[in-house]
């Protein structure tokens, strides 16, 4: 497909958008004001030395406008084409709303994966280190698989850490879950996430801002967050430091008027001090996927499904959902979508043989080999990694895959243990 295929204007094709694109940047902040001046990027290429003149461009910014060549835009179209990723341009109707809503929009976006109406969905971003504790990964794999169950998508950075465990547990639940990639699609970055990557392309969407070719620079990072954070509703905050990337995001979620939320975590680690300092200054606290969902539950009605979501540690239920959608005089709802109460917790001193077998069947390779290594007694995470050919990072999402079915529990120091059949 060549650039005049994507034509949605007559007499604008699609090397207009890349060519502005590549003249203004990523994260320009004059996007806003230069289509407020001119109605689409053809009149810009058209009239730029008047643009330069009038807009009041750097002089690298200008240099740049005079000289980018046309041609080299349409490369870039027929790059794509040949190597199957898909371009949109912010004036055409699938080009998520939520992103042109920001005054540093993207001119164009180029896809690879499945394009979805985000408009119709309630997208939650989630973001966290690239290290974090085995605490950090246990909570973000439950809220983003209960997220996921209960009908939301995930978007996230596709970096390893806390962004791979939200991808992967959207996948795993049946979910719909973005990548937003801080390089060219065909760099294949970070390469210990190639796996997810493909998995995310064939059944979610990677985008980028930036064409191919385009090398994973760290100071390019820090632009693509404010997509991460624009494309959510709200963003989930699970694991950082105070001055980490997972703060450059929470920051740009305040200045885009999303909804910021943010795990607890342990006061004796500097992975808190960010989640900390945003609960402080008023994030909402995350014990479950409810406490994000309850936020929701209202302007996504019907679109949700609350039943989906398990209770965790202090049994939280569909019922303070409820009761918090009428005291934030939403509307009156007077349909309760299944409330549970004590009888109905997940009683962990035995597991049904039905339930059991059905739980095991559902599990991927590696946690099988987990749940086949525990067998009686306690067992230490340490000595299950020494036991199979996992790493740790395996270890501990097979080991949370187990806990969230109900097949083993934790005790104190990072032993597990099976969950008894009966």
Same mark, same amino acid.
């Given at each position: 497909?060549?650039?005049?295929?994507?034509?949605?204007?007559?007499?604008?094709?699609?090397?207009?958008?890349?060519?502005?694109?590549?003249?203004?940047?990523?994260?320009?902040?004059?996007?806003?004001?230069?289509?407020?001046?001119?109605?689409?990027?053809?009149?810009?290429?058209?009239?730029?030395?008047?643009?330069?003149?009038?807009?009041?461009?750097?002089?690298?910014?200008?240099?740049?406008?005079?000289?980018?060549?046309?041609?080299?835009?349409?490369?870039?179209?027929?790059?794509?084409?040949?190597?199957?990723?898909?371009?949109?341009?912010?004036?055409?109707?699938?080009?998520?709303?939520?992103?042109?809503?920001?005054?540093?929009?993207?001119?164009?976006?180029?896809?690879?994966?499945?394009?979805?109406?985000?408009?119709?969905?309630?997208?939650?971003?989630?973001?966290?280190?690239?290290?974090?504790? !085995?605490?950090?990964?246990? @909570?973000? =794999?439950?809220?983003?698989?209960? *997220?996921?169950?209960? $009908? #939301?998508?995930? &978007?996230?950075?596709?970096?390893?850490?806390?962004?791979?465990?939200?991808?992967?547990?959207?996948?795993?639940?049946?979910?719909?879950?973005?990548?937003?990639?801080?390089?060219?699609?065909?760099?294949?970055?970070?390469?210990?996430?190639?796996?997810?990557?493909?998995?995310?392309?064939?059944?979610?969407?990677?985008?980028?801002?930036?064409?191919?070719?385009?090398?994973?620079?760290?100071?390019?990072?820090?632009?693509?967050?404010?997509?991460?954070?624009?494309?959510?509703?709200?963003?989930?905050?699970?694991?950082?430091?105070?001055?980490?990337?997972?703060?450059?995001?929470?920051?740009?979620?305040?200045?885009?008027?999303?909804?910021?939320?943010?795990?607890? !975590?342990?006061?004796?680690? @500097?992975? =808190?001090?960010?989640?900390?300092? *945003?609960?402080?200054? $008023? #994030?909402?606290? &995350?014990?479950?996927?409810?406490?994000?969902?309850?936020?929701?539950?209202?302007?996504?009605?019907?679109?949700?499904?609350?039943?989906?979501?398990?209770?965790?540690?202090?049994?939280?239920?569909?019922?303070?959902?409820?009761?918090?959608?009428?005291?934030?005089?939403?509307?009156?709802?007077?349909?309760?979508?299944?409330?549970?109460?004590?009888?109905?917790?997940?009683?962990?001193?035995?597991?049904?043989?039905?339930?059991?077998?059905?739980?095991?069947?559902?599990?991927?390779?590696?946690?099988?080999?987990?749940?086949?290594?525990?067998?009686?007694?306690?067992?230490?995470?340490?000595?299950?990694?020494?036991?199979?050919?996992?790493?740790?990072?395996?270890?501990?999402?097979?080991?949370?895959?187990?806990?969230?079915?109900?097949?083993?529990?934790?005790?104190? $120091?990072?032993?597990?243990?099976?969950?008894?059949?009966?």
């Amino acid at each position: 497909m060549t650039c005049e295929g994507y034509e949605m204007t007559p007499g604008v094709g699609m090397e207009y958008y890349v060519w502005a694109a590549q003249v203004l940047g990523a994260g320009s902040g004059h996007v806003q004001q230069v289509f407020e001046v001119y109605e689409n990027p053809k009149e810009l290429y058209e009239q730029r030395e008047e643009a330069v003149a009038l807009l009041g461009f750097s002089s690298q910014e200008a240099a740049r406008i005079r000289s980018y060549p046309l041609n080299e835009a349409r490369a870039i179209c027929d790059q794509c084409s040949q190597m199957g990723f898909r371009i949109v341009h912010f004036q055409q109707e699938d080009y998520p709303k939520r992103l042109r809503a920001i005054y540093d929009f993207p001119v164009v976006l180029y896809l690879k994966g499945v394009l979805k109406n985000m408009d119709d969905q309630l997208p939650i971003a989630v973001v966290g280190t690239r290290t974090p504790s !085995g605490y950090g990964t246990r @909570a973000a =794999a439950m809220v983003c698989r209960d *997220l996921a169950l209960a $009908g #939301a998508s995930i &978007v996230s950075g596709l970096a390893v850490g806390i962004d791979g465990i939200a991808h992967a547990e959207c996948i795993r639940a049946g979910g719909y879950t973005i990548g937003v990639a801080g390089c060219g699609l065909d760099i294949d970055y970070p390469r210990d996430n190639a796996p997810l990557r493909k998995a995310i392309e064939e059944r979610g969407l990677v985008i980028s801002e930036y064409p191919p070719g385009t090398r994973p620079e760290g100071w390019r990072f820090p632009i693509r967050n404010r997509l991460i954070s624009a494309l959510g509703e709200g963003v989930f905050v699970v694991e950082g430091g105070i001055h980490s990337g997972v703060m450059h995001t929470a920051n740009h979620a305040l200045e885009q008027g999303r909804d910021v939320f943010a795990l607890p !975590g342990d006061i004796f680690s @500097a992975k =808190a001090e960010g989640p900390f300092v *945003l609960l402080r200054n $008023g #994030a909402i606290p &995350v014990m479950s996927a409810l406490d994000i969902l309850g936020e929701y539950a209202m302007t996504h009605d019907g679109k949700l499904h609350l039943e989906r979501v398990r209770p965790n540690f202090y049994q939280a239920s569909q019922k303070q959902v409820q009761e918090r959608k009428v005291s934030n005089s939403l509307k009156n709802n007077s349909k309760n979508n299944g409330t549970m109460n004590k009888e109905t917790v997940p009683d962990r001193s035995g597991l049904p043989k039905k339930e059991a077998e059905a739980a095991y069947n559902s599990l991927s390779q590696g946690a099988r080999d987990v749940y086949s290594y525990i067998g009686e007694g306690h067992v230490h995470a340490d000595e299950i990694k020494e036991g199979t050919s996992l790493d740790f990072q395996q270890v501990l999402s097979a080991l949370t895959e187990l806990e969230l079915e109900g097949l083993i529990q934790s005790h104190p $120091g990072r032993n597990y243990s099976k969950v008894m059949v009966v």
